[in-house]
């Protein structure tokens, strides 16, 4: 009798414990919504504003179209940013590293140096825009395959030891443009000095549609596999003892986060430190192990935040600098305050 009337208090505990746990799971997940809901809808405030204010009926038809593009082009840029960044720190298990260490921005300032430097800033590959994206596209993609394909070409071969290559690359890349950019005329230095930061304005559409296509495919195609990502954020170990195919989710993911990277950066230019800066806010606010929710979150503050630094860049600064260095200051200021909580654990 004894024994039964521990075993009901046994029962009893725990039934109040799954009920507790269960409570707590449908607040975090409901918590969890909820942010969703108001990030998508600050997001759509912040656009709304941003294609809205100033516009009158004189102007409509002129600025109207220039807005809806530049609202297309950060959109595109934000998500793919966050998208790719989400990704590579969940391959790496680090907050800290973004997919700009792989030194596809260096690649991408060498290569508009390089085209400049050979053939002039009123050569055709420098006015085309189509053909300049085209150039830029394929050679970060080619590389980037290059460098994927000699790294992985062994088995077991660390995915740190692909990041300090990239990093070597992006630092030799960064050499010899800051080396050409030093021998070429100064007004052709102006058009190189343009593409260093990220810009929004005068998008050409068919770039836009190329890179929205190519976008869309991407996402599509990392879709089916999303839901292991989960997995693998428990470590290389972790994932390959639950059944995970460790190697080729790596290399499959790592590839296609080098071409959002590389539309991303061939569509507006460099920006280094958004990734870092979206991707750990959005981990603040989700508490959440699930990578759609972090994936949604990211996009959303990525859209938050170009969309409303560029309206800062437009109506209060009056143009007096650049969104991309705004991006930059922030995300390195967060950077730092991330190495420097990380080394006090």
């Known amino acids: 009798m004894q024994y039964d009337g521990v ?3 046994k029962s009893s505990f725990k039934d109040k414990l799954f009920v507790k746990k269960r409570v707590l799971k449908d607040y975090i997940s409901d918590s969890n919504k909820r942010t969703l809901i108001l990030l998508a809808a600050i997001s759509f405030v912040v656009v709304l504003t941003f ?8 102007n409509f038809d002129f600025n109207f179209p220039r807005r ?3 609202i297309a082009a950060m959109i595109l840029t934000g998500g793919s940013i966050a998208f790719s960044s989400v990704v590579f720190q969940t391959i790496t298990n680090n907050r800290i590293l973004t997919p700009s260490v792989l030194g596809l921005d260096s690649l991408y300032m060498f290569i508009q140096t390089l085209v400049v430097y050979l053939f002039g800033s009123s050569s055709y590959m420098v006015m085309n825009k189509n053909i300049n994206f085209l150039i ?3 050679l970060m993609i080619g590389f980037s395959a290059v460098l994927y394909r000699l790294m992985f070409k062994r088995e077991g071969q660390n995915i740190y030891f692909l990041l300090l290559i990239g990093m070597i690359f992006g630092s030799f890349f960064g050499s010899l443009s800051s080396f050409m950019q030093m021998l070429i005329d100064p007004n052709e230095f102006l058009i190189v000095q343009d593409k260093m930061f990220a810009s929004f304005s005068n998008v050409n559409t068919g770039i836009l549609a ?12 990392a879709y089916r ?4 990502l989960d997995v693998m954020s428990l470590g290389r170990n972790n994932a390959i003892n639950l059944g995970i195919d460790y190697n080729r989710l790596v290399k499959k993911y790592l590839l296609l986060t080098a071409v959002l990277i590389s539309v991303s950066t061939a569509l507006v230019g460099p920006i280094t430190f958004l990734g870092i800066l979206v991707v750990n806010l959005a981990k603040e606010v989700m508490k959440t192990y699930k990578h759609l ?3 949604a979150a990211a996009i959303f503050i990525s859209i938050i935040s170009l969309v409303g630094g560029q309206l800062m860049v437009e109506r209060v600064f009056d143009f007096g600098t650049n969104l991309s260095v705004v991006i930059n ?10 190495i420097l909580k990380e080394s006090s654990r």
């Open 51 to 58: 294609i809205f204010i100033g516009l009158t009926k004189k």
């Open 210 to 221: 190329l890179s929205a296509f190519a976008i869309t495919v991407i996402f599509l195609i």
């Open 7 to 9: 075993n009901m208090i």
């Open 136 to 138: 830029n596209l394929a």
């Open 329 to 338: 200051f922030i995300g390195g200021s967060y950077f730092i305050y991330l």
């Open 225 to 228: 596999d999303i839901k292991f």
């Open 293 to 295: 929710y972090w994936f």
């Open 68 to 70: 809806v593009k530049k």
